[in-house]
């Protein structure tokens, strides 16, 4: 097959995410299987127009904030000039609406969707488009075969009144061969690693911090920020009001390898966000052999096994984080129980396992058709 895939970024892009992770994982497979596969996305500060990654031919085309008004214009292009067999939309949030503008058969995947919580990140005229273009999804997108990474996605749009019949569930992989466990700091080290957006609600992982250092423990401490994205320089000011400026290091992005290094290094991980589709990140820390605490969230809750390979902390409770952070930092035995625990839950998501079973659950939906 010759595929088109759409999505907002590619993941050489700063603001890449488990999105961009998950596409290449999953379509690199595809080329390997032979299959032609061409990645249209948005453009960034330095990018090449052209480009090739994992044998996936990449397209730049657009700033980013423009990118989706922008679609049917780049798509016109492309299909004036070469003939896909199928299209992918992979949907960030904001669909492209790609089925209005092609009679080509047409596979979606979806992630996560903001729903009310996109208030939390923008104006509230920004967040009334990104909530009603979600909304005309759920309408406009029925009918089509939807692949997705969570159960939590899967019952959402459900609920939302897509056809159950026609979504499929294959969970992100982790690479276990690239993330593995290692030698830990020499200090105790708590990270967060991720975009640096305010939905994320990163304001409360430094609160727990504050509270952790305050009430829990007076030696000496490790943390970092490990990430980009358009909340860092209200972080950054945040930092500096609770007092912490001399405590947390923001490193910015960083290469896939510096990643693996940290996430090994970690002696435990921290994600406060309200909502994902599944937490990539959360568990490539824990193939690293690196506990999770997390917050009982869509996505987030699938990813750990609370008591077993970190723990699962309900919305908001920074003060229980504080706790549990305590009991990891002085507790070895706990540290080195959840760290082994983690290694082997991970490794129920092996990358080439889920790379087989995503090709197969897309083959069929596109046989449906």
């Known amino acids: 097959m010759k595929i088109l895939v759409i999505n907002w970024q590619d993941l050489k892009n700063p603001l890449s995410g488990g999105a961009e992770v998950h596409l290449h994982q999953f379509f690199s497979y595809f080329v390997y299987k032979g299959h032609s596969v061409t990645l249209l996305c948005s453009s960034f500060r330095g990018a090449e127009r052209e480009d090739?990654?994992?044998?996936?031919?990449?397209?730049?085309?657009?700033?980013?904030?423009?990118?989706?008004?922008?679609?049917?214009?780049?798509?016109?292009?492309?299909?004036?000039?070469?003939?896909?067999?199928?299209?992918?939309e992979d949907v960030n949030k904001i669909p492209f609406f790609t089925r209005y503008f092609t009679k080509k058969p047409i596979v979606v995947i979806t992630h996560h969707f903001f729903g009310r919580v996109i208030f939390q990140e923008t104006n509230p005229l920004f967040g009334l488009y990104v909530y009603l273009s979600e909304r005309l999804f759920y309408k406009l997108y029925r009918g089509l075969p939807i692949i997705t990474v969570s159960e939590s996605t899967r019952e959402e749009l459900?609920?939302?009144?897509?056809?159950?019949?026609?979504?499929?569930?294959?969970?992100?992989?982790?690479?276990?061969?690239?993330?593995?466990?290692?030698?830990?700091?020499?200090?105790?080290?708590?990270?967060?690693?991720?975009?640096?957006?305010?939905?994320?609600?990163?304001?409360?992982?430094?609160?727990?911090?504050?509270?952790?250092?305050?009430?829990?423990?007076?030696?000496?401490?490790?943390?970092?920020?490990?990430?980009?994205?358009?909340?860092?320089?209200?972080?950054e000011k945040l930092v500096v009001e609770l007092g912490l400026g001399d405590l947390v290091k923001f490193t910015g992005f960083v290469s896939e390898e510096e990643k693996a290094r940290k996430l090994r290094e970690a002696w435990l991980i921290v994600n406060t966000s309200p909502k994902e589709g599944w937490g990539i990140v959360v568990m490539e820390a824990q193939a690293?052999?690196?506990?999770?605490?997390?917050?009982?969230?869509?996505?987030?809750?699938?990813?750990?096994r609370h008591g077993e390979t970190g723990f699962i902390v309900p919305?908001?409770?920074?003060?229980?984080?504080?706790?549990?952070?305590?009991?990891?930092?002085?507790?070895?035995?706990?540290?080195?129980?959840?760290?082994?625990?983690?290694?082997?839950?991970a490794e129920k998501f092996r990358i080439d396992q889920l790379r087989?079973?995503?090709?197969?659950?897309?083959?069929?939906?596109?046989?449906?058709r």
């Open 52 to 88: 090739v990654q994992d044998g996936i031919r990449i397209i730049r085309r657009g700033h980013r904030q423009f990118f989706n008004f922008l679609v049917p214009f780049y798509l016109k292009q492309l299909l004036s000039t070469e003939d896909f067999d199928i299209i992918v």
């Open 158 to 235: 459900v609920k939302n009144g897509m056809p159950e019949a026609s979504i499929s569930v294959v969970y992100n992989a982790v690479d276990v061969d690239f993330f593995k466990p290692g030698e830990k700091s020499a200090l105790p080290f708590v990270l967060y690693l991720g975009r640096l957006k305010r939905y994320k609600r990163i304001d409360l992982f430094l609160k727990t911090v504050k509270i952790f250092r305050e009430k829990y423990y007076s030696g000496h401490l490790r943390v970092e920020i490990v990430g980009d994205g358009d909340a860092k320089k209200e972080l």
């Open 356 to 368: 087989k079973e995503f090709y197969e659950t897309f083959l069929k939906q596109v046989s449906l």
């Open 288 to 304: 690293s052999g690196t506990p999770a605490i997390v917050f009982n969230s869509p996505g987030l809750r699938e990813a750990v």
């Open 315 to 345: 919305f908001g409770e920074v003060e229980n984080i504080a706790v549990l952070m305590r009991k990891l930092v002085e507790d070895r035995d706990l540290r080195e129980r959840l760290s082994s625990n983690a290694r082997m839950w």
